[in-house]
T-cell receptor, first 110, second 115 residues
Framework: GEDVEQSLFLSVREGDSSVINCTYTDSSSTYLYWYKQEPGAGLQLLTYIFSNMDMKQDQRLTVLLNKKDKHLSLRIADTQTGDSAIYFCAEEGGYNKLIFGAGTRLAVHP | ETGVTQTPRHLVMGMTNKKSLKCEQHLGHNAMYWYKQSAKKPLELMFVYNFKEQTENNSVPSRFSPECPNSSHLFLHLHTLQPEDSALYLC??????????????FGEGSRLTVL
């Protein structure tokens, strides 16, 4: 069945890099996504990667995709306190049916 | 201002009450979704509507009843809920279920507490 797994919590020091990892099951997903949820808000698309890509970089964000291992990661360089949020990994289960993980809560401390 | 608006933001109800959650999107989208967010659990897709037609019911108990009168509005009618139904209910929209990169636009959610 479809399943997206990610660790629930990550704590980093301000200025360090954060790496959030995710494993997924559906190898036919065309896109894989990272969504961000700030306190009291809904989810917002942060970035996505097309399945035929290995890496995508967008300013401080780097997405790495290992299709063989069905592993997706999000690296945030120079992590700031404003990056504190819950980060959701999602795979595409067909027809915009996104399958989300439980979310990784990123805490950034001074 | 978010393009997807959910009301009420907070709702407390007893198990015998009947209430409704409302979602409205101002983005001109044709697909709308209900998701359930519980602590430490994956987001659960509940229902999908595309051009007002239900295209997905993810084995949701009948005490949750969706309604989509037009492409801009989505309701979730609630009756005889259980305490385990307490969660954040998120509405989302997209251009349609087959479009582009599948970006969903979420509302801020309705926090439901069932006593």
């Amino acid at each position: 069945g479809e399943d997206v797994e990610q660790s629930l919590f990550l704590s980093v020091r301000e200025g360090d890099s954060s790496v959030i990892n995710c494993t997924y099951t559906d190898s036919s997903s065309t896109y894989l996504y990272w969504y961000k949820q700030e306190p009291g808000a809904g989810l917002q698309l942060l970035t996505y990667i097309f399945s035929n890509m290995d890496m995508k970089q967008d300013q401080r964000l780097t997405v790495l995709l290992n299709k063989k291992d069905k592993h997706l990661s999000l690296r945030i360089a120079d992590t700031q306190t404003g990056d504190s949020a819950i980060y959701f990994c999602a795979e595409e289960g067909g027809y915009n049916k996104l399958i989300f993980g439980a979310g990784t809560r990123l805490a950034v401390h001074p | 201002e978010t393009g997807v608006t959910q009301t009420p933001r907070h709702l407390v109800m007893g198990m015998t009450n009947k209430k409704s959650l409302k979602c409205e999107q101002h983005l001109g989208h044709n697909a709308m979704y209900w998701y359930k967010q519980s602590a430490k659990k994956p987001l659960e897709l509940m229902f999908v509507y595309n051009f007002k037609e239900q295209t997905e019911n993810n084995s949701v108990p009948s005490r949750f009843s969706p309604e989509c009168p037009n492409s801009s509005h989505l309701f979730l009618h609630l009756h005889t809920l259980q305490p385990e139904d307490s969660a954040l209910y998120l509405c989302a929209s997209s251009q349609d279920v087959r479009s582009g990169n599948g970006e969903l636009f979420f509302g801020e959610g309705s926090r439901l507490t069932v006593l």
